[in-house]
RNA sequence: GGGCCUGUAGCUCAGUUGGUUAGAGCAGAGCGCUCAUAACGCUUUGGUCGCAGGUUCGAGUCCUGCCGGGCCUACCA
């Protein structure tokens, strides 16, 4: 039994993340970790909101809250989302906890001693008014390359234009439009990730099976320009964790998230009445995480952190922590021409896909269209269209096609009699095969030719059935129907099983229907479709995915297309 | 500016180390079935593989240039 340590890229406190953030990241772990624990390996799923950084105080201050309020408050309502999501996380964490605080310091103390973290002094922007620190981008002003108005202090959106915000003219703060602002000296921590530059270099060299998305980041970063640059870990804030012996500063937001998948699992430990052994022997490569193989999940935003940043830390420790064995990445999805917008309140956000459906229909359509190779589109029409066929049509219609026919003939209880042929047979190699790709390309994290795989699966099912024909058998050998519809029914379980990853709820239906709770993975198909004996009972399903009406594709269609309050 | 990714049927995408008539799903057309959520199955119409050159016996696949789309470029996270 494999041990798989699987996290996905943390969620951002401030808001509720819409569908592209979703299959970015969560969505395609939840899969991937459905999957090992279906076949039986030992998983640990780890995700955690990250809750520092300026984003997070000001949009506290905006909601009128103190800051550890909002994210506790915040927090609960991106956990209740991601439950009702289907996203089975071992424990959904929080990077502000004592368990990461502890950890992040640690690792800071060993950076420090290995001769990794240097301290500079360098000026930053201080809005009076404000009474902080400004990153660059929080700071506004006209750009002294084309006179655009509204450029930040880090780059003029108009031109292009590199800029620092000493060059602004007029600068401002967007947090209170005040131009009190003046350039004050202060100290921060660096990583100096630069003398791990080879060793970095070497590691992502290794892996030659990662995403190209995933290695062509990395290498740019390692070899853009003078290589690899040393890093600033440390902001002038209040709320993150602190550093030690630096009054009124705390560590950088990217330097404490990644060191939270540990803290997570540590607090998942703690939750469960658990010793440090417990999450150490995920970590720990000397203390039993060696056979654990560690996967990440992101979007393609995140992973110079997740290649360099984060690896550099682990490296640097000198420290056996489990370093990441598989980062996959994903590029964005769009949203019906442009981009989802979180300000502009463009495009679909969790909360809302749930109002509207079940988790699954946005699971089954977003997983079915990840964007691996390049950004993908959400369309409501290619949504629609996707949901009715796949779901409703191919498999929910078999489900209830089977299902009703045999309550009619032979009630609702798995038929005796008559004996299995060739037609049988071919179904049985089809799967076979079918099932042996589906499971590859799970393995290997192949999200869309996973899915086809999957529907081929389901219509491997129609194509039998309307070969078998038992309506038409039944007239004159009602034996032959009998064992066409064991067969069928036994089907919907074998379905309901290896769709689970993709459609949670739905398979969990079936099962129910199906009056069992047997949803061991089919490695033997033959032996997996004879799981429900003759004289097992069942029910008829609901309707397991109705479908989408051209009423209501357009009625959200127009709900989504902008502005959320 | 630099780097990377991408451009294949109306739509969404596959196309392995270059090898015979370029594939799938959806949509369209025809036929069949009637158990089922007007569902299912079978057959079928669509492509000078962004453009122009080049390498090769042979290129969607390699090289060069151009055009279009996207991302990244280190103080947003």
């Not at 964490?93 to 800071?108: C, F, K, V, Y």
């Not at 709770?517 to 490695?523: F, I, K, M, R």
């Not at 069942?538 to 502005?563: L, M, N, S």
């Amino acid at each position: 039994m494999a041990r798989i340590l699987i996290t996905s890229a943390l969620p951002y406190i401030n808001g509720v993340k819409h569908l592209g953030n979703l299959i970015g990241s969560q969505l395609p772990a939840d899969l991937f970790a459905r999957y090992n624990r279906g076949r039986g390996n030992e998983v640990m799923f780890i995700c955690a909101t990250d809750e520092h950084g300026t984003p997070a105080e000001l949009a506290a201050a905006k909601a009128g809250q103190p800051v550890a309020e909002y994210c506790a408050e915040l927090h609960d309502v991106q956990a209740d989302i991601a439950k009702r999501f289907g996203l089975s996380f071992d424990y959904f964490g929080r990077s502000s906890s004592p368990q990461n605080h502890r950890l992040t310091q640690h690792l800071a103390a060993k950076l420090a001693e290995n001769g990794l973290i240097e301290e500079v002094s360098e000026k930053q922007v201080y809005s009076i008014d404000d009474g902080r620190f400004l990153p660059d981008r929080y700071i506004e002003g006209t750009c002294p390359n084309c006179g655009h108005e509204g450029a930040r202090g880090d780059q003029c959106d108009e031109c292009t234009k590199q800029l620092s915000p000493t060059d602004l003219i007029d600068p401002y703060s967007t947090v209170s439009g005040s131009k009190n602002l003046e350039v004050r000296e202060t100290k921060h921590l660096f990583l100096r990730q630069s003398k791990l530059r080879d060793v970095l270099d070497e590691w992502i060299s290794s892996k030659t099976d990662w995403p190209i998305l995933t290695t062509s980041i990395a290498k740019k970063w390692l070899h853009d320009g003078d290589g690899l640059r040393d890093r600033g870990i440390t902001r002038d804030l209040d709320w993150g964790v602190p550093v030690p012996g630096m009054e009124g500063k705390v560590f950088y937001v990217w330097f404490d998230a990644p060191i939270e998948y540990i803290g997570a699992t540590a607090e998942w430990a703690e939750a469960n009445g658990l010793d440090d052994a417990a999450w150490e022997r995920w970590w720990r490569t000397d203390k039993g995480a060696d056979d654990v193989r560690y996967v990440q999940f992101m979007g393609k935003d995140n992973v110079p952190f997740h290649t360099l940043s984060f690896p550099a830390t682990i490296m640097g420790s000198g420290e056996p922590w489990k370093l990441v064995d598989y980062i996959k990445s994903f590029n964005y999805l769009n949203y019906d021409g442009g981009q989802f917008s979180t300000s502009k309140g463009r495009g679909v956000f969790m909360d809302q896909a749930l109002s509207i459906l079940p988790s699954d229909y946005w699971r089954w359509w977003l997983l079915s269209h990840a964007p691996e190779n390049s950004d993908a589109e959400f369309t409501w029409e290619n949504f629609q269209a996707s949901v009715n066929k796949d779901l409703a049509d191919v498999l929910g219609n078999f489900a209830s096609r089977v299902t009703k026919f045999c309550r009619s003939k032979f009630g609702e209880v798995v038929p005796d009699g008559g004996t299995y042929g060739p037609e049988e047979q071919a179904l049985i190699d089809t799967l076979d095969k079918r099932i042996k790709a589906y499971n590859t390309h799970m393995d290997d994290m192949e999200v869309r030719k996973a899915a086809s795989e999957l529907r081929a699966i389901w219509v491997a099912g129609n194509e039998y059935l309307q070969a078998a024909a038992p309506w038409a058998k039944f007239k004159d050998d009602p034996d032959a129907a009998a064992a066409v519809i064991r067969l069928s029914l036994n089907l919907i379980r074998l379905y309901a099983v290896l769709s689970a990853p993709f459609i949670p709820d739905a398979s969990a239906a079936l099962l129910k229907a199906m009056n069992t709770d047997d949803d061991s993975w089919p490695d033997d198909v033959t032996q997996a479709l004879e799981t429900l004996p003759a004289g097992h009972t069942f029910t008829v399903p609901e309707v397991t995915f109705a479908k989408i009406t051209d009423d209501q594709r357009e009625e959200w269609q127009e709900k989504f297309a902008g502005k959320r309050e």
